[in-house]
């Protein structure tokens, strides 16, 4: 018997410090490899840690809701040196255990101590079960909390892996749309464009806000403290708030098309079991109107001879999403190649990985301009902070009956609101005004979309 201790790894996230969460074992349980024994949270996601060896649990050496440094011990184990993965090391009941020298290594997060090995790390090989199915651990964790059974799935990976898509695929039972594709965007993706040297100084990159647990100072306040996700949040709005000159432009709109094509795909075979909104419909109006003014897709970049306006030629659409941990905004990347029904699906998967409180830091990175839809909150129009990097964020309102004049008639029709804030140094009055425009264009007449 040996006593090992596991320290925190580095998730692969360029951040030195996480915070313990919640302990799913406790001093004297047996674990498996690959079991979870907690949730930790970094500034930009919440990460479960699996078990790296097989054994019992000797001490816990951080309590729940610590923070800790990369590289330092959290956990002891008791193990059978005959089975032990090796000091610090994940691995799969199937893999062979690691080379010497290994340092921390976390699930496809990378190395913590710097150690080399010729061996794919045993931890990124999925787990075969007793049925022959080929799925790594989050994979099955999810397939179970979507009631999916794993041998019912096709496999689609390397080497007949199951992975997200094909066990989100099965759950939703949705075949290929055969209709309304985006119109082409150039082979180029991104171009610099000279930009204004007087100009203030440039936005900084942040995450999206999530809400630490309170605690209490006394019967009349309570504080709670600013850390994690929160803290990065506030220090990347306050940044563009000040930085980048917003400027908010919107327009009340006729939605009633809109609220009829939502209609008849919810109707429609292609779409069984996605769920599908007015929320859609505002994607590809956004992605179209996009590509019909391009600078509100593009970025201010500081550089060491002034400044230059990145534009992009391509869309990684965010969305705002209300999550357990508060607002994040993970985005979709290279949103202008989905056809309506894979827009449809990516959008499913978003809000999907967003409750679980799962969106992984890639799905947060690299948007180039972001949607808000405040109507769920039945908000009619607001005045949205751009996201850092962005040079533009779209808020959609409610969407209710309201009357509405028709051919020199008062009728009753579903009526929005569609509001834009944009960086005004990268874009003027003319061009976000075409922006919103063109967006509600779409939103009124949704054929527009139809080629």
Known sequence: MSTQNFTLPDVGEGLTEA??????????????????????ETAKSLVELPSPHAGVVGELLAAEGETVEVGAPIITFVTDARDDAGPGVVATAEAPAPEEGGGSVLVGYGTGGGATSRRKRPAERPVRSSVGVIAKPPIRKLARDLGVDLTTVTPTGADGEVTRDDVVTHAQQASVFRNIETPEWGAVREETVPAPQSAPSGLARGLSPAAPAATASDDRTESIPVKGVRKATSSAM???????????????????R??????RLKASPD????????????ARAVIW????????????????????????????????????????????????????????????????????????????????????NIGVFGMDAGTPIINPGEAGIVA??????????????????WVTT???????????GDGMSRFIADVASVLEEPALLVE
């Not at 809109?258 to 209609?263: A, G, I, P, S, Y």
């Not at 779409?271 to 505002?282: G, Q």
């Not at 590509?291 to 992009?312: K, L, Y």
């Open 19 to 40: 915070e313990i969460v919640t302990w799913k074992v406790a001093p004297g349980d047996t674990v498996a490899i690959n079991d979870v024994i907690c949730e930790i």
């Open 238 to 256: 306050v940044q563009s708030a000040y930085s980048a000159p917003h400027v908010t432009v919107w327009k009340e709109i006729d939605a009633s």
């Open 258 to 263: 809109t609220m009829e094509l939502v209609k």
């Open 271 to 282: 779409y069984t079991d996605i769920r599908v909104s007015p929320l859609l419909i505002m």
């Open 289 to 372: 109107a996009a590509r019909r003014t391009p600078m509100v897709n593009a970025a201010w970049v500081e550089t060491e001879g002034g400044a230059e306006i990145s534009v992009r030629h391509y869309v990684n659409l965010g969305i705002a999403a209300a999550t357990p941990r508060g607002l994040l905004v993970p985005n979709i990347k290279d949103a202008q190649d989905l056809s309506m029904k894979d827009l449809a699906r990516a959008l499913n998967r978003l809000t999907l990985t967003a409750r679980e409180g799962k969106t992984s830091p890639a799905d947060q990175q690299g948007g180039t301009i972001t949607i808000t």
């Open 396 to 413: 959609m309102g409610t969407i209710s009956q309201k009357p509405w004049v028709v051919d020199g008639e008062v009728r009753p029709r």
């Open 418 to 428: 569609v509001a834009g804030s944009f960086d005004h140094r990268v874009i003027d």
